[in-house]
């Protein structure tokens, strides 16, 4: 079906990367002006890895996730950077051999599982087409397969549920269809974009582990995009933490989060109310995360950090030590973090 | 869904009674037929025959309830002018508007439509922009005035559009229609164009405003990362989601074509149903104009009931509000 490359399995080492994003840049052009969404952003994904994308609304993890997908649109466009899949540049396919990609080996999953889908189609008529978008099959093969996905992602009866309509299902229910839908190809990497934040807590762990089984079952890489640290503890292998625009820390979760280096890590580690003590008042990050039309100069952290000085208002360099990598001026040494 | 339509149909049913009062009553106010009907040298004498014989000396409410039984059978009486039943002058002429009307929705949907979801696919390019502003023309503009202009361009100016009368008709089920014949089509291009320009600039509009508000939502993304065609994602995601609104507008639309097409009607000289009550106003013929609001109110409720049940098939959440 796609005529660009067969399977990608048998065809490369597993060593290779999967994804290797390199100085992916995104701009949005308004008649507010131009503000850049992702600046510089880089970061490589195994067959496999979990990567937690983490960090708050308009950090631009979701426009990365987006633009991973071909699915920016106008007036936002990949104005710089590399995102190599599998070997080819996803930023240089056009929109038909994109489309092709789209749902077959890269698959993705939204926030809000009430408005993911379309209300007036039957859940039957919205995983059949799915499946006939990239596989030449008949209907009934393709009813087949939309039940036995529905099946897998533990929703009970599939058969009959296949012709229900969305709002005939609860909100977990609905989320557990829109990965049934987004597991129908085994894509090679799933982009999750907040998939639990929506539902309830005892949702949310039913769906990360239904997610983890599937995933690890399939050995496809996932990108998990949240603002919740927590929930990447117990799921991702590596971490990337986002802040305006770029990651500003990346490494493996259990040493960021043992030690992180930046100090914004730091703060969103601190914000997590589990890890205070009981007593304690709770911490923040005070101030509002910058617009993209209005960045900071410099590191866009420097207006919200009490450790800046004069040497923030240069962009700090990405700097790696081992596979743990920051960028800040003045980074938490390794004792100073084990005391924070 | 039975139980239902069932409601709906005795909603209709009940709709229906309420207005044969409210028209009866309404026409019997207008004025008196009595002065019309009778030459005013006519005696004391063969007045009250008259006015016997078409029973308008018996009280209001009899009056009503006698004219209520021969509707149930169908008959509302006999014109005074032409002396045959209502209901019979009035479904000869009706093939005459039902053509004009169905012509009229068929174009204004089949442009109305394709220049909506472009305009809302592309809201800032020219072609888009240019509709947009003339759409408001299209709104504006009052109907006589723009029946007249089309008569003056192209019937007499460029002489290509006949200005009046139905054309050549091909009986087909026993009744005569212009669509079959070249001569009756072009008869019915400027009486068509004149009824569809306000309704295609109405449904762009609404099309335009539902694509607009369609497609930022989750679900259309949602689409698009299942790896959809463009045409799949317009054609059954969007265009689905848009179409309730478009329906009812062209419910209502059709039913006010139906029994309001009287100006465009009468400027044709196209013989339907709406030249038909104006004459029959003038002359205060009752009869004839009593069985004509009730035909419109009959077919106003089956549109409705139409559209209602369209409803239910194209959201399927309307369906369990009701139930």
Known sequence: MNGFASDPKTMHSSSRALLDVRGLKVKFKTNRGEGTAINDVSFTLRRGEVLGLVGESGSGKSVTGMSLMGLIENPGRICGGQILFDGIDLAKLSDLEMERLRGKRIAMIFQDPMMTLNPVLRISTQMIETVRAHDDVTLVEARRRARDALGQVGIPRPEERLDAYPHEFSGGMRQRVAIAIALLHKPDLIIADEPTTALDVTIQAQILSEVQKLTSEYGTALIWITHDLSIVCGLADNVAVMYGGQIVEYGPVAEVIRSPRHRYTDGLLNSVPSRNRRGDRLRQISGF????????????????CSFADDACHQTPPLATHGNHAHRCWHPISSREGLGS | MTT???????????????????????????????????SPDANQQERARIVAEFGLDQPLWSQYLSFLKGTLQGNFGNSFVYGMPALQVILSRMPATMELAIAAILLSVLIGVPLGLYAGLRPHSFFAKFMMAGSILGFSVPLFWLALILIMF??????????????????????????????????????????????????????????????PQEYIKFARAKGLSRQRLLYVHVLKNIMIPVVTIIG????????????????????????????????????????????????????????????????????????
């Open chain 2, 4 to 38: 239902w339509l069932a409601q709906r149909l005795v909603q209709s049913v009940f709709v229906v009674l309420v207005m044969t009062a409210i028209v009866f009553v309404g026409v019997n106010v207008i004025g008196d037929p009595v002065s019309i009907l009778i």
């Open chain 1, 289 to 304: 995360a910058p617009s993209i039309f209005s960045m900071p100069q410099g590191c866009a952290f420097r207006p919200r």
């Open chain 2, 252 to 323: 209502l639309e059709f039913g006010s074509l139906i029994a309001f097409s009287v100006v465009t009607e009468s400027i044709f000289s196209w013989p339907g149903m709406g030249k038909l009550i104006i004459d029959s106003i003038n002359v205060l013929d009752r009869p004839m104009i009593v069985a004509y609001l009730m035909i419109i109110v009959f077919i106003f409720v089956t549109i409705n009931l139409i559209v209602d049940i369209l409803y239910t098939t194209l959201d399927p959440r309307v369906r369990l509000s009701r139930d």
């Open chain 2, 154 to 215: 192209f019937s007499v100016y460029l002489g290509w559009l006949p200005a009046s009368g139905r054309g050549q008709t091909v009986d087909f089920l026993g009744i005569g229609w212009s669509f079959f014949t070249w001569d009756g089509l072009s008869h019915l291009c400027l009486p068509v164009l004149t009824l569809s320009i306000f309704k295609i600039s109405l449904i762009m509009r609404m099309v335009r405003a539902g694509v607009r508000e369609v497609l």
